[in-house]
C-alpha cells in the first residue's frame, strides 16, 4: 500500500515537471528586444539582461564570434553558479554518511505505528539530521542555480530579437546561423536544418553520458562512505529507494529528450550553449569528485565513522 503511494507521488511528480517544461517551452521569452529596458519584467531585468550584456561584450572583444561569446559567457556564468554545487555535492556527501544510521530508525520502528512511535520516530530523524547539520535550506540549494541557468537560456532566445546588440556579430559557426531556428519547408536537407540537427544528437549524447558518469560517480562514493562497515551489516536498500532511483534515471531520460526538442525548435545558439554547458558540468564533476574523497574523510573523522 505504502509503495502504491509512493509510486502515485512520483508519477504525480514527473506529470508536474514535464507540464512545467512544455509552459515553459510553450510561452518562450519576451520578443521584446534585451536592449529596451522599458518593456522587459522583473526577471529580464536583474537576470536576463546582465547575461545578454556579457554576450555582446564578449562576442564583440573577441572579433565580433558569437560562438566564441557563447562560450566564454557560459563558462562565466556557470563558474557563479559553482559555489551552490559544492555546497550541493556537500551536502550529498553527508546524507551518503547518515543513510546507515537512517537505515537503522526505519527499521527500529518498522512494525511499529501508533501515534506515539512515529513521534518517535520523527524526533530521532531530526536529531540525525541536526547531527550532520542538514537543514530544509541545502535541500533547496540545487534550485538556487536555476535562475542562473534560465537567464542565459532566455539571453539566448532573445539576442536575435535585439539588432541594436548583434548587428555587428558574426553568427555563423561551421556553416549554422546561430541566430536562426530551423526552417523544415519547403526544404529539408539545408545546412541549417542538418546543422542543428547535429547539435541536438551532440546535446542529447553529452547529457547522457553526464548523467551516466554521475550515477556511477555516487555509487562510487557511497560506496567510499560504507567502506568501513562490515557487507553483512549494510542495509539493503529498500523498494522504495530502488523505485526512487528507477523514478529519477527516468525523469533524467526524459528531460534529456526534451532538452532535444528545445534545440530543434530554437536558436541554433541554445544547442551550442548547452552543448558547452554539459561538457562544463562534466569537467566540474571531475574536479569536484577530487576533492570530495578528501571532504568525505574529514566529516567520517568528525563524526567517527
Same mark, same amino acid.
Given at each position: 500500500?505504502?509503495?502504491?503511494?509512493?509510486?502515485?507521488?512520483?508519477?504525480?511528480?514527473?506529470?508536474?515537471?514535464?507540464?512545467?517544461? $512544455?509552459?515553459?517551452?510553450?510561452?518562450?521569452?519576451?520578443?521584446?528586444?534585451?536592449?529596451?529596458?522599458?518593456?522587459?519584467?522583473?526577471?529580464?531585468?536583474?537576470?536576463?539582461?546582465?547575461?545578454?550584456?556579457?554576450?555582446?561584450?564578449?562576442?564583440?572583444?573577441?572579433?565580433?564570434?558569437?560562438?566564441?561569446?557563447?562560450?566564454?559567457?557560459?563558462?562565466?556564468?556557470?563558474?557563479?553558479?559553482?559555489?551552490?554545487?559544492?555546497?550541493? @555535492?556537500?551536502?550529498?556527501?553527508?546524507?551518503?554518511?547518515?543513510?546507515?544510521?537512517?537505515?537503522?530508525?526505519?527499521?527500529?520502528?518498522?512494525?511499529?505505528?501508533?501515534?506515539?512511535?512515529?513521534?518517535?520516530?520523527?524526533?530521532?530523524?531530526?536529531?540525525?539530521?541536526?547531527?550532520?547539520?542538514?537543514?530544509?535550506?541545502?535541500?533547496?540549494?540545487?534550485?538556487?542555480?536555476?535562475?542562473?541557468?534560465?537567464?542565459?537560456?532566455?539571453?539566448?532566445?532573445?539576442?536575435?530579437?535585439?539588432?541594436?546588440?548583434?548587428?555587428?556579430? @558574426?553568427?555563423?559557426?561551421?556553416?549554422?546561423?546561430?541566430?536562426?531556428?530551423?526552417?523544415?519547408?519547403?526544404?529539408?536537407?539545408?545546412?541549417?536544418?542538418?546543422?542543428?540537427?547535429?547539435?541536438?544528437?551532440?546535446?542529447?549524447?553529452?547529457?547522457?553520458?553526464?548523467?551516466?558518469?554521475?550515477?556511477?560517480?555516487?555509487?562510487?562514493?557511497? @560506496?567510499?562512505?560504507?567502506?568501513?562497515?562490515?557487507?553483512?551489516?549494510?542495509?539493503?536498500?529498500?523498494?522504495?529507494?530502488?523505485?526512487?532511483?528507477?523514478?529519477?534515471?527516468?525523469?533524467?531520460?526524459?528531460?534529456?529528450?526534451?532538452?532535444?526538442?528545445? $534545440?530543434?525548435?530554437?536558436?541554433?545558439?541554445?544547442?551550442?550553449?548547452?552543448?558547452?554547458?554539459?561538457?562544463?558540468?562534466?569537467?566540474?564533476?571531475?574536479? @569536484?569528485?577530487?576533492?570530495?574523497?578528501?571532504?568525505?574523510?574529514?566529516?567520517?573523522?568528525?563524526?567517527?565513522?
Amino acid at each position: 500500500m505504502e509503495t502504491r503511494k509512493f509510486r502515485k507521488k512520483i508519477i504525480n511528480v514527473v506529470i508536474l515537471l514535464i507540464f512545467v517544461f $512544455v509552459l515553459a517551452g510553450c510561452s518562450g521569452p519576451n520578443e521584446n528586444p534585451l536592449s529596451d529596458w522599458s518593456a522587459l519584467n522583473f526577471f529580464e531585468k536583474f537576470f536576463v539582461y546582465p547575461v545578454g550584456i556579457l554576450l555582446k561584450t564578449f562576442s564583440k572583444l573577441l572579433g565580433g564570434y558569437y560562438a566564441l561569446g557563447i562560450l566564454i559567457t557560459t563558462i562565466i556564468v556557470r563558474t557563479i553558479g559553482w559555489p551552490i554545487y559544492a555546497k550541493t @555535492n556537500d551536502m550529498s556527501l553527508k546524507m551518503q554518511l547518515m543513510q546507515p544510521e537512517m537505515n537503522k530508525i526505519q527499521e527500529k520502528y518498522a512494525d511499529r505505528n501508533d501515534p506515539e512511535s512515529q513521534r518517535m520516530m520523527q524526533f530521532e530523524m531530526a536529531g540525525l539530521y541536526r547531527k550532520y547539520k542538514i537543514g530544509l535550506g541545502g535541500c533547496l540549494l540545487p534550485f538556487l542555480q536555476f535562475p542562473i541557468f534560465m537567464s542565459i537560456f532566455y539571453a539566448i532566445q532573445m539576442m536575435p530579437n535585439t539588432p541594436a546588440w548583434t548587428a555587428d556579430l @558574426n553568427s555563423k559557426f561551421l556553416g549554422v546561423d546561430l541566430f536562426a531556428t530551423a526552417s523544415w519547408k519547403p526544404e529539408f536537407f539545408t545546412a541549417q536544418n542538418i546543422g542543428i540537427i547535429v547539435l541536438a544528437l551532440l546535446v542529447t549524447a553529452t547529457q547522457v553520458l553526464s548523467q551516466i558518469l554521475m550515477l556511477k560517480r555516487q555509487k562510487r562514493m557511497q @560506496n567510499k562512505s560504507q567502506e568501513n562497515i562490515p557487507e553483512y551489516r549494510r542495509a539493503a536498500q529498500t523498494q522504495q529507494q530502488t523505485q526512487m532511483q528507477r523514478t529519477t534515471q527516468i525523469m533524467m531520460y526524459v528531460l534529456t529528450g526534451m532538452m532535444a526538442l528545445f $534545440v530543434l525548435r530554437s536558436p541554433a545558439a541554445l544547442g551550442l550553449y548547452w552543448l558547452i554547458g554539459n561538457t562544463y558540468s562534466t569537467i566540474q564533476a571531475i574536479i @569536484n569528485e577530487k576533492f570530495s574523497g578528501r571532504r568525505l574523510m574529514q566529516l567520517k573523522e568528525k563524526h567517527r565513522l
